[in-house]
């Protein structure tokens, strides 16, 4: 009789062992399906692929559905990282097709801009007003020949700037910013996250190539 107890209470520890066990993997499998869950809706990199031309974002806008509601602390790595993973970050008061954010105004002289689809662009954002520009591109920067180019050291230096405040000196030019990050503290933005295809010339040879744009709209 006292063996047939013992065997039943090693038979119900076994039991309550194996339902412990079951319970912890059930439970480990709900945290993993969870966690991925949040990582994929947080990850930078998601974004929605379509065709279109950089310069009629407006348009395009409509096509990237991919979007979430950001502040400074996604905002600041998304920009000093613009350079090396050579994407578009552009800037937008409202969601109007045309309230463009103006974040500095270049000191370059259009004139000498790489040619006229740059010039027709940035007058495309502001209605003519050339020197004002919404975003961050290193092509274009490159293209209006500001003086940071393509260093990534003068790079972050006019970043810095840009998110600090202050005056920013490069050679014969002087940036001035008022500090996005003073402004914009308690701000909060619209991430909307796309690619668009362009086509690139090369030695007289168009190649289409891919480009992530990323557009942070104020609400």
């Known amino acids: ?5 013992d065997a039943l209470k090693m038979g119900f ?12 993997f059930y439970m480990f ?16 990199s998601r974004f929605v692929e379509y065709e279109g031309d950089a310069t009629n974002l407006s348009d395009t806008e409509k096509e990237m559905q991919n979007h979430r509601i950001v502040g400074l602390e996604t905002i600041i790595p998304t920009l000093y990282k613009y350079y090396k993973e050579n994407y578009t970050v552009i800037f937008k008061n409202s969601s109007n097709p045309r309230d463009y954010m103006e974040v500095y105004t270049t000191q370059t002289d259009p004139k000498d801009w790489s040619g006229k689809d740059e010039t027709d662009k940035v007058n495309k954002y502001f209605g003519g007003q050339s020197t004002k520009i919404c975003s961050f591109d290193v092509d274009e920067e490159t293209k209006r020949r500001e003086p940071w180019g393509e260093n990534p050291d003068a790079v972050k230096k006019n970043l810095d700037a840009f998110l600090s405040g202050g005056t920013v000196k490069f050679t014969g030019m002087t940036y001035t910013y008022p500090g996005f990050i003073e402004q914009h503290t308690t701000d909060k933005f619209i991430e909307n996250i796309g690619e668009y295809v362009y086509n690139e010339e090369t030695a007289g040879t168009a190649k289409k190539k891919k480009k992530r744009v990323i557009i942070f709209t104020k609400l």
């Open 13 to 24: 520890a076994v039991l309550a062992f194996v339902m412990a066990l079951s319970l912890a």
């Open 29 to 44: 499998s709900e945290a993993r399906t969870t966690a991925d869950f949040v990582l994929h809706k947080s990850d930078i």
């Open 1 to 5: 009789m006292e063996n047939a107890v």
